[in-house]
T-cell receptor, first 112, second 114 residues
Framework: AQRVTQPEKLLSVFKGAPVELKCNYS??????LFWYVQYSRQRLQLLLR??SRESIKGFTADLNKGETSFHLKKPFAQEEDSAMYYC??????????????FGSGTQLTVLP | KAGVTQTPRYLIKTRGQQVTLSCSPI?????VSWYQQTPGQGLQFLFE???????NKGNFPGRFSGRQFSNSRSEMNVSTLELGDSALYLC?????????????FGQGTRLTVV
């Protein structure tokens, strides 16, 4: 079974401070990992995926297979980063097709 | 291009009733997945349809069912509604599903069971 854990439901940081949103996963195979973001009154949307190794809106995330983690980081948080962040894993489930499984989410608030 | 459209946006139903939710994916997308979003549980996977076939199913009771039509539009049905079914139901469409390509989400249907 595949599982994604986001230990922090709420996270508050001050503008300009570094931010790290934690994500741990459980999966026996080779996972594909993603971060999705939901801004207030907007749809859930893809922020980044580990295979692209991109920095989106200043955010980066590194897959650490040894620690089974995919933490999202940004060196200097901005107020517009306030949103709900979901970590997600794509893996083979009980069937033969890949399934996208989400964590429970972390609500990030960036204080002025 | 038009995004994922979910109808209706809001629903209020009584315990014991049944409900049908609809999702129109982005044109060309063959995969539609359904999720239940609640404050405590986040997004929980219900099922995924690809080319009219259910390809994956989450751990939900049989009261939750779905189908997909030849034009890729999908419906989700919940029978014998319970208070705990109150949630935001999201659908997501993608080209191949399962996270292989980006999933695009609808705005959701807010179901309230009273």
């Amino acid at each position: 079974a595949q599982r994604v854990t986001q230990p922090e439901k709420l996270l508050s940081v001050f503008k300009g401070a570094p931010v790290e949103l934690k994500c741990n996963y459980s999966y026996s195979g080779s996972p594909e990992l993603f971060w999705y973001v939901q801004y207030s009154r907007q749809r859930l949307q893809l922020l980044l995926r580990h295979i692209s190794r991109e920095s989106i809106k200043g955010f980066t995330a590194d897959l650490n297979k040894g620690e089974t983690s995919f933490h999202l980081k940004k060196p200097f948080a901005q107020e517009e980063d306030s949103a709900m962040y979901y970590c997600a894993l794509s893996g083979i489930s009980s069937g033969s097709a890949r399934q996208l499984t989400f964590g429970s989410g972390t609500q990030l608030t960036v204080l002025p | 291009k038009a995004g994922v459209t979910q109808t209706p946006r809001y629903l209020i139903k009584t315990r014991g009733q049944q409900v049908t939710l609809s999702c129109s994916p982005i044109s060309g997308h063959r995969s539609v997945s359904w999720y239940q979003q609640t404050p405590g549980q986040g997004l929980q996977f219900l099922f995924e349809y690809f080319s009219e076939t259910q390809r994956n199913k989450g751990n939900f009771p049989g009261r939750f069912s779905g189908r997909q039509f030849s034009n890729s539009r999908s419906e989700m049905n919940v029978s014998t509604l319970e208070l705990g079914d109150s949630a935001l139901y999201l659908c997501a469409s993608s080209l191949v599903g399962g996270g292989g390509t980006e999933a695009f989400f609808g705005q959701g249907t807010r179901l309230t069971v009273v």
